[in-house]
Each structure stands twice: as C-alpha cells, then as structure tokens.
C-alpha cells in the first residue's frame, strides 16, 4: 500500500497516514513518500503499536515504510 | 493555567505553550499603558523611559512569552527533541518572566532604582532556565540541520542579550560606572537582530515551506545565513569594545548586517510568489507584510549611514519598523498557525475516533484577516509616529486593538479545545 503525502498542507498528511493505516491489513507495509521528517508522527506510531522505517531520498523527501509492531 | 490534556506520550502537555500564548498578549496592551503615560511624543526617539518600558513590554513581555511557548512545541516538531523538565520549566520560566517583566517596566516608567533591583535577578532566573533547558534539548537533538544552528545561535544571543541586560540593570539600580551607551548599543543589536531576527529566520526555514506550501530555501542561503548574521553580529559588539575604531569598519558591518537581513526577506517574498497553492491565507499576508517591513527597516538603517542629518529620525524609524511591522507580523502569523494546529493536533490524538473539529474552525479565518490589516494600519501609522503625534496615538490604538484581539483569539481556541475535550471524553465513556 503506498501513499504520496507531498506537497500537503498539516495536518493533511498526518490524517491521510493515520487514515490508511486504519485500513493497513495486518502483514502489509505501508509505504508513504513526504516532503519533511515527521517527528510529530512516531509518538503516535509509536503510541498505537507500529514500527517504521525512514530513509532520506535524494531530492530532500523521506520514504517511510509502516508496518503493524509485533 | 490548567488545561485538561487528551494525551500523555513524548509530546508536551497543550497548557505548556497555552499558558505563555495566554500570557503574551496582555504586554502588548502594558506596553500602550506605557507609552500613554510618556510625556509628548514617545516615539520621537527611542530612549525615553516611556519608549523604554514599552519596548521592553513587546521584546520581553509579548516577543519572549510567545517565543517561550513555541520554541517548547517547535523543538519536538522541527528537530525531534522535547525540553528537559519541561512542567518545571514552564512553571518556572513563566512566573519569574512575568513579574520580572512587571517590575522592569514599572522600573523605568516610575524611575525606581528598588524595582529595577527586584526586576534582573528575576530576570536572570528565567532566562537561565530557558536557555538552559532549549540548549539540553538542542544537545539531544536527532536532526541537526540548518535550522538546529540557527536556533542555536538564536539562544547564544539571547543569552548575551540578557547578559548585557542584567548588567546594565544591575549597574542603574546600584549606581555603578559602566559605559552603558556601549552595552545598551551592544544590547540592542544581539536582541533584535541576533534573538529575533535568527529565531524568525530559523523557523522560517521549516515553517514557510511546510504551511506555505513554498519551495524549500535554498541551501546557498540556509547554509550560510544564520552563521554571518551572528558573525557579523558578534564583530559589531566586539569593535565597541575597541573604541577609538576606523567609521568605515562599522559602516561595513552595518551594511553587511542589513544586506544579509535584506537577502532573507527577498528569498522569502520570492518563495511565497512560488507557492504551489495560491489561495488567500492571512497567516502568509502576516508574513509577507513582515518580510516588506524587514526590507524597510533595512532601507532606513541603510540611509541613516550615509545621511547624517537625519540619522536620528532613520534609525527610530527603523527599529520602530522592525518590531512592529517584522516582529508583530512574524509573531502573529505565526501565533495564528501555530494555535489551531497545537488544538487540532492534541485533539486528533486523544479523540481520533470520536471525531476532531476541522483547523479551520478553531479561530475564523475572517478574524484574522480584520488583525491583518489592524496590524497593517499600525505599520503605516509607526512609520508616521516619530513626527506626528496623531500618527503616534493610532500606533498606541493599534497596538492595544492587536492586544486585545490576540487574546481573545487565544481564548476562543481553548474555549474550542475545551469543549471538545468533554466531548471526547463522553464519546469514550
């Protein structure tokens, strides 16, 4: 499952993620594409049982792989 | 100020900054207080002790209070690491910052040498505490950007303002020899353009972009500004300890200072032409108007150097410019994104399920459009107020207006919150 969340004004790629992770079957990643790192969005990851991986792309955006914690 | 909280994970609790936004509106009404109960003209020059208390009500009182509440949000946000202590801090910070701000201003309106005594150690305290506490959490940051040195300079000059500060006040109150032209000289320039100026300029790296919907900064700049600024910042202070020096090294100085400071506020107006969604929005008008009257405190400073029979007049222009057409307009524009934002988002954590009122609503937007341009006419009426004196009572009217209109936006949104809060929690029962 992939999500572009660029170019989105906050809070609107907070709750388009929170939103597909909500529908995030149990095994699948979630695969979002942002324009800044979102620290705001792993307390609540974090709070609500799931891990993440970020890398850093080479045109300034990030990747961020979501997957439900085990 | 007890606000009840939705949530209990690494962010800091909503009343933290709410009680420093709360706080920093009631200043701008003081500083109108101060500058009513001046004699003639307060804004003739800018050392009378009317101009003075009601300088130091906005820098201290409004500009602090608002910069003290973000910078508790804005770390965890932009750089990923929260304050240390943070309750203990707030609590603290905050009672000492108010009454020493109190006495401080009532110090100099009455000329009371015994409340100037109580008003640095308080003072002293306060700021120890912040700084302390945003250079820990800078310490501990995960992203060190641009942003992270520009903050970081930011509080470097924060510290030797009050430095300057205390001393100056310590030295009034005991009647000690001090070369105080210097150290007020040196004062002013690490407040305003070292404090202010790279606070806003630090921000704006993130905050422009990210609300704006701006390209990035680019890297040339981010790179490169902050560091000069405080460079060229730190060699104007230490030349005034070198005094008999050449004219032409602080010319240059000078120069370089309000270049760089001009170079910002062009980029900045440039990106927002660029923005990728161009709708009406008056927080990027507050911004915008701030970045012009940044240009036009550039421009006098800039003329002051080279027109010596005007200077007087120039540079009062442009410090009055500087703090209430760049720093109000900064911090407004800020405040009314900053606000809805911190409400909304502590709102969606607690209560995602139970539903969360949209930003939008929080403060209306036609409300800010009516303080946009009440701080447009204030900007437009400053610029008159040294040599008018009609000009010099709209500036008092509007800066009370911002006041009050400030404060009741900032209780509208926890009016909102509350509500909400309650609401959430009988969803949950």
């Known amino acids: 499952m992939e999500i572009d969340v660029r170019d989105l004004p906050p809070p609107e790629p907070f709750i388009n993620i929170m939103q597909a992770l909500q529908t995030l079957p149990a095994e699948a990643t979630l695969q979002v594409r942002i324009h800044r790192e979102p620290f705001p969005l792993y307390d609540v990851l974090r709070g609500s049982g799931y891990a993440w991986q970020i890398s850093a792309l080479a045109d300034g955006s990030f990747q961020i792989a979501i997957i439900h914690a085990r | 100020m007890t606000i009840a909280s939705l949530s209990t994970d690494q962010s800091p609790p909503i009343s933290f900054p709410f009680s ?47 910069m003290f509440g973000a910078m508790q949000q804005i ?4 750089v990923g690491s929260r304050m240390p202590a943070g309750r203990l801090v707030a609590r603290l910070s905050l009672l000492t910052l108010l009454v020493g701000v109190l006495a401080l201003c009532a110090g100099f309106i009455l000329e009371q040498p015994t ?16 700084i302390s506490a945003s250079l820990v959490s800078l310490a501990r940051a995960t992203a060190r950007n641009d942003t992270w040195a520009a903050l970081l300079l930011s509080l470097i000059s924060l510290a030797l303002t009050v430095t300057l500060g205390v001393l100056q006040a310590r030295g009034y109150a005991t009647g000690a020899t001090l070369p105080y032209l210097e150290l007020a000289t040196a004062h002013i320039k690490f407040s305003l353009g070292g404090w202010v100026l790279l606070l806003i ?17 680019p890297k040339w700049l981010t790179a490169v500004l902050a560091p000069a600024l405080f460079a060229v910042l730190l060699s104007s202070a230490v030349l005034l300890l070198m005094e008999p020096y050449p004219h032409w090294i602080a010319v240059v100085t000078e120069c370089l200072f309000w270049l760089l400071a001009a170079s910002y506020a062009t ?16 927080t990027l008008s507050f911004f915008r108007l701030g970045m012009i009257a940044l240009l036009l405190a550039a421009l006098f400073s800039l003329i002051a150097l080279f027109c010596p029979t005007t200077e007087t007049y120039l540079r009062t222009l442009s410090v009055l410019v500087f703090l209430i057409g760049f720093a109000l307009s900064a911090a407004n524009g800020m405040l009314y994104k900053i606000i809805p934002f911190l409400i909304w988002f502590h709102l969606f954590r607690g209560g995602m399920k139970a539903g969360v009122p949209n930003m939008k609503q929080i403060i209306p937007e036609a409300w800010m459009w009516w303080h946009y341009r009440l ?14 004196i009609v000009a010099a009572w709209a500036v008092m009217l509007g800066v009370l ?9 900032v209780f509208t949104a926890i009016a909102v919150y509350r509500k909400n809060v309650r609401r959430i929690i009988l969803a949950q029962a």
């Open chain 2, 201 to 217: 300029v630090g921000v704006s790296y993130q905050v422009v972009p990210m609300f704006q919907l701006t390209p990035s900064y």
């Open chain 2, 267 to 282: 980029v900045t107006l440039k990106l927002q032409q660029q923005r990728r969604r161009r709708v009406p929005d008056a």
């Open chain 2, 115 to 130: 409340l100037l005594k109580l008003a640095w150690p308080l003072l002293g305290i306060s700021f120890l505490i912040f």
């Open chain 2, 375 to 388: 701080q447009l006419g204030t900007l437009l009426a400053a610029i008159c107020a040294p040599f008018w």
């Open chain 2, 75 to 78: 770390l965890p946000v932009l």
């Open chain 2, 20 to 66: 420093f936004f709360a706080l920093a509106p009631l200043f701008l009404v003081l500083a109108t207080v101060m500058l009513a109960l001046g004699e003639g003209n307060p804004f003739a020059e800018t050392r009378t002790h009317a101009m003075l208390a009601a300088t130091h009500c906005i820098t201290l009182g409004f500009m602090t209070s608002v």
């Open chain 2, 401 to 409: 207006l911002q006041g009050l209109l400030l404060t009741t936006a």
